[in-house]
């Protein structure tokens, strides 16, 4: 069982739809992060949480710890917000999820 | 500071051959994790340390793999008699202990054929 599972594993977008990828996880966590990983493997941080709701640019995150669930947000995608988001859970090393693959056309 | 650095970007082995990678973490970050990611799949976690101290270990590290960081700054991981099975991207990892920030290297792209 993995400590971390995201939710839709592939996801495709016309431009300028809105976009929620889901997280949850089964472990005690002292915080939660939203990765970005494009082609080529490098990792960016997008967003680090430990409670409530951050926004970034067009990107909202969430987190419930009661419910172990977190969600990110994209508003009016646009075609550069294709990447892989993965969503990770920190103990005291990190477990990851497997990734949401997300296509955004044009 | 620029960031959480990995070296080599990409290697290219032949089976049964020894490879080192480096890992320079962000100055001060005590902490530093190493991942291994295959296609298609997140990260999974080989080992952490804080400072020199290795902290805990993935049973997917071997004996074949062994990972040090002996002045609590870089740390080099070590893949000996490779196998095709080790292809993929090893990522590297520093942070704060704590719930900070985690800053990703550009990680090393290995294949071995």
């Known amino acids: 069982k993995n400590e971390v599972e995201q939710s839709p594993q592939n996801l495709t977008a016309q431009e300028g739809e809105f976009i929620t990828i889901n997280c949850s996880y089964s472990v005690g966590i002292s915080a939660l992060h939203w990765l970005q990983q494009h082609p080529g493997g490098g990792i960016v941080s997008l967003f680090m949480?430990?409670?409530g709701k951050k926004k970034h640019g067009r990107l909202i995150a969430t987190i419930n710890i009661q419910e172990k669930h977190s969600s990110l947000h994209i508003t009016a995608s646009h075609p550069r917000d294709s990447a892989v988001y993965i969503c990770a859970v920190r103990v005291n090393q990190f477990y990851f999820g497997t990734g949401t693959s997300l296509t955004v056309i044009p | 500071d620029t960031g959480v650095s990995q070296d080599p970007r990409h290697k290219i082995t032949k089976r049964g051959q020894n490879v080192t990678f480096r890992c320079d973490p962000i100055s001060e970050h005590n902490r530093l994790y190493w991942y291994r990611q295959t296609l298609g799949q997140g990260p999974e976690f080989l080992t952490y340390f804080q400072n020199e101290a290795q902290l805990e270990k993935s049973r997917l590290l071997s004996d074949r793999f062994s990972a040090e960081r002996p002045k609590g700054s870089f740390s080099t991981l070590e893949i000996q008699r490779t196998e095709q099975g080790d292809s993929a991207m090893y990522l590297c990892?520093?942070?704060?202990?704590?719930?900070?920030?985690?800053?990703f290297g550009q990680g090393t792209r290995l294949t071995v054929v």
């Open positions: 949480l430990s409670s």
């Open positions: 990892a520093s942070s704060f202990t704590g719930a900070t920030e985690a800053f």
